[in-house]
């Protein structure tokens, strides 16, 4: 039997990654439950070393639990290409190389295919997973593991969602998760299939209460979305966001001073991040209301 979290508990998500602390904080808030991330307390990343998802998961999670003496969710994901062996699996971040380039990753895993079998229709299987591991200070540790089923598609498709997603088409769909709406992605995604099942076992006593809908804008996750771009396409679709963000906010202020000197600081000291999401991150700091 899992032990069992309570409204109010404070829970380290073992992630130093903001877009991923975000998006576990909107899964547990509704739950009462407050999510603080292992960066902001200061603890070190571990680094991952098993050779599976779960024992990445559990390495994590044990690490923050123990340096925060709290509870500790972590989680570990990626995409099996099954006539790859799995691969890129647990090396999925990796194979986007220190820029995070998924552009990149993604003809990596088109031209691993290709040279290996050929590109015959109608398309590799794959799937994604997600494996969360909860971990108590204690040392227990419980697992939950989520999968989604499908075939790759390339050229990719679609700008939305972030990593391998343009080249995933989920059976019995016709998009690629790269051309969903994100509620369409999440209705069926691996991280929410793991995470209905860490719900059940943890969090089942919790009746969800909705979330009071925050006036502020999330900067944080605006963040992560621009550190994620690495497409032309997926920078078409953080500017609808930054867009709809602004008239949301009604005061749509845009301060070209702070886009120049942004525009500067990138291209002088990171020329080699692509250019898209040097573009992404300008036009992000010109919508902040810091001045140069
Ligand atoms: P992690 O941070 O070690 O869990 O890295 C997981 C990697 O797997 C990410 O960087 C993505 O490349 C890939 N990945 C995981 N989940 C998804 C998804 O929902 N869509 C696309 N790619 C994903």
Same mark, same amino acid.
């Given at each position: 039997?899992?032990?069992?979290?309570?409204?109010?508990?404070?829970?380290?998500?073992?992630?130093?990654?903001?877009?991923?602390?975000?998006?576990?904080?909107?899964?547990?808030?509704?739950?009462?439950?407050?999510?603080?991330?292992?960066?902001?307390?200061?603890?070190?990343?571990?680094?991952?070393?098993?050779?599976?998802?779960?024992?990445?998961?559990?390495?994590?999670?044990?690490?923050?639990?123990?340096?925060?003496?709290?509870?500790?969710?972590?989680?570990?994901?990626?995409?099996?290409?099954?006539?790859?062996?799995?691969?890129?699996?647990?090396?999925?971040?990796?194979?986007?190389?220190?820029?995070?380039?998924?552009?990149?990753?993604?003809?990596?895993?088109?031209?691993?295919?290709?040279?290996?079998?050929?590109?015959?229709?109608?398309?590799?299987?794959?799937?994604?997973?997600?494996?969360?591991?909860?971990?108590?200070? !204690?040392?227990?540790?419980?697992?939950?593991?989520?999968?989604?089923?499908?075939?790759?598609?390339?050229?990719?498709?679609?700008?939305?969602?972030?990593?391998?997603?343009?080249?995933?088409?989920? !059976?019995?769909?016709?998009?690629?998760?790269?051309?969903?709406?994100?509620?369409?992605?999440?209705?069926?995604?691996?991280?929410?299939?793991?995470? !209905?099942?860490?719900?059940?076992?943890?969090?089942?006593?919790?009746?969800?209460?909705?979330?009071?809908?925050?006036?502020?804008?999330?900067?944080?996750?605006?963040?992560?979305?621009?550190?994620?771009?690495?497409?032309?396409?997926?920078?078409?679709?953080?500017?609808?966001?930054?867009?709809?963000?602004?008239?949301?906010?009604?005061?749509?202020?845009?301060?070209?001073?702070?886009?120049?000197?942004?525009?500067?600081?990138?291209?002088?000291?990171?020329?080699?991040?692509?250019?898209?999401?040097?573009?992404?991150?300008?036009?992000?700091?010109?919508?902040?209301?810091?001045?140069?």
């Amino acid at each position: 039997m899992t032990r069992t979290l309570t409204r109010g508990t404070k829970l380290v998500v073992a992630s130093h990654n903001k877009g991923k602390v975000w998006e576990i904080n909107q899964l547990i808030a509704p739950y009462g439950l407050e999510a603080v991330s292992a960066g902001a307390l200061g603890l070190e990343e571990p680094e991952e070393t098993e050779p599976t998802f779960e024992g990445n998961a559990k390495l994590k999670a044990l690490a923050a639990a123990k340096g925060a003496n709290l509870p500790a969710l972590a989680d570990d994901s990626g995409l099996e290409v099954e006539c790859l062996g799995g691969a890129p699996g647990i090396f999925s971040a990796r194979w986007a190389g220190p820029q995070k380039d998924f552009g990149l990753a993604m003809e990596k895993v088109a031209h691993e295919i290709t040279a290996r079998h050929g590109w015959a229709a109608p398309g590799p299987r794959a799937n994604f997973i997600s494996v969360l591991c909860l971990a108590w200070p !204690d040392g227990e540790t419980a697992t939950f593991e989520g999968r989604v089923f499908g075939r790759l598609v390339w050229p990719t498709r679609g700008g939305n969602g972030f990593g391998y997603d343009p080249m995933f088409v989920p !059976d019995g769909h016709d998009l690629t998760f790269g051309e969903m709406e994100p509620a369409g992605k999440y209705a069926i995604s691996h991280r929410t299939r793991a995470f !209905d099942a860490f719900r059940k076992a943890v969090l089942g006593d919790l009746s969800a209460e909705p979330v009071r809908p925050n006036a502020d804008r999330d900067a944080d996750g605006l963040h992560a979305a621009a550190a994620n771009i690495s497409t032309r396409e997926e920078l078409k679709t953080f500017v609808k966001y930054l867009s709809a963000d602004l008239e949301r906010r009604g005061q749509p202020r845009v301060n070209l001073g702070t886009l120049m000197v942004a525009l500067e600081d990138s291209v002088g000291e990171k020329s080699d991040e692509p250019r898209w999401r040097t573009l992404a991150k300008a036009l992000l700091a010109a919508t902040e209301a810091k001045q140069p």
